[in-house]
């Protein structure tokens, strides 16, 4: 019988299916039926230490606005509903109760003490596990990379010592080398790492002269920067390894189990094709499975990793330059004249 069930992080999923960070996940209806569907975890939509601070700026206006009294006044109470990361924490806990199986929390956080208050916080509320959004976009020049590592790294100790469930990491692919930061982040305690955050970029409208900031879904084509770290980093660490971004459908599942992934996370495809996709996705590779005679997942992740090749030089540069040397009519025949 073909049995989907992973570990991951510490925990046994039933599927290697997992919802990542998103609008979605809020709701407990549909939190339900992405269970229902498949999921082996969701993750809950991500708490933002910007965003709880703008919401402390909201309260405090509403509860200073009347300090200055006089008799017209309609009504000498403020009006206002919940301040700081309160409300975030009670869905979060509305979430936990609707299902079974493990709700992650996510974190996106800039202090080191809001780091360790927060996650203290969701552990409080019952999150199964707790995902740290580690990213940096350079303010200052002198600040170099290695200084912001070990910032990472040390808010990472912290938060181990804080809690007692997983404490997974998710990074995005800016780092000058990212194995050797999974490396750093396995020794200082991570219970898993996630390859790639997908960011947010900026864009500029030329006919209105203004920023915009685009919510652009992710493509099949976005998981080949995934693909490649997670079969370089499969059998190297001691630690779950989730690939994320660009993953659509069982085939592209398929290939991120044989690159070694433990598990790996969707959203783009649940928005553009529903919470049936995860079914959908779960049902092939139940189906491919079959047909190539394995019972468990275990039997065939990494198999196609760096590590299980003949070549030793797969999944690097060169790939690149071996491309170039073999397929250099098939270039000569696109080139424009």
């Known amino acids: ?130 995902e740290l959004n580690f990213y940096y976009t350079p303010r200052n020049i002198d600040h170099n990379g290695n200084d912001i590592e070990n910032e990472q790294i040390a808010i990472l100790r912290e938060v181990k010592k804080t809690v007692k469930i997983p404490v ?24 898993g790492v996630i390859l790639f ?41 001691k630690t779950s390894i989730t690939s994320a971004t660009g993953i659509h459908d069982w085939r592209d599942s398929i290939k991120m189990l044989l690159a070694g992934a433990n598990a790996f996370q969707i959203v783009s495809t649940v928005y553009k094709n529903g919470i049936n996709q995860i079914t959908k996705i779960n049902e092939g590779i139940k189906a491919w499975m079959d047909v190539n005679e394995y019972e468990t997942i275990e039997q065939f992740r990494g198999k196609l990793s760096q590590q299980q090749q003949k070549d030793p030089y797969a999944y690097l540069r060169a790939q690149y330059i071996d491309i170039l040397l073999t397929s250099g009519d098939v270039f000569k025949q696109n080139m424009p004249i």
Request: charged share 25%.
């Open 1 to 130: 019988m073909t049995d989907l069930s992973v570990k991951w992080a510490g925990l046994t999923l039933k599927s290697p299916v997992i919802v990542g960070a998103c609008n979605l996940t809020i709701n407990p209806q549909k939190a339900k039926e992405m269970e229902d569907a498949g999921a082996g975890a969701i993750v809950f939509k991500s708490l933002f230490e910007e965003q709880v601070q703008l919401e402390n700026l909201q309260t405090e206006r509403v509860m200073t606005q009347y300090d200055e009294r006089d008799p017209e006044m309609i009504s000498l109470h403020p009006k206002f509903t919940h301040a700081g990361p309160e409300e975030h924490l009670m869905k979060f806990a509305n979430v936990k109760r609707s299902v079974n199986i493990p709700v992650i929390a996510s974190l996106n956080a800039i202090h080191k003490d809001s780091w360790i208050e927060y996650a203290k916080k969701l552990e409080s509320v019952g999150a199964s596990a707790l």
């Open 197 to 237: 955050n997908r960011l947010f970029q900026p864009d500029i409208d030329i006919e209105e002269h203004r920023n915009i900031y685009p919510y652009n879904l992710s493509t099949s084509d976005d998981q080949r920067l995934s693909l490649r770290f997670t079969a370089l980093s499969h059998g190297r660490f």
């Open 168 to 191: 997974i990491i998710k990074i995005s692919p800016y780092y000058s080398n990212v194995l050797n930061f999974i490396k750093k982040l396995t020794e200082a305690g991570a219970d």
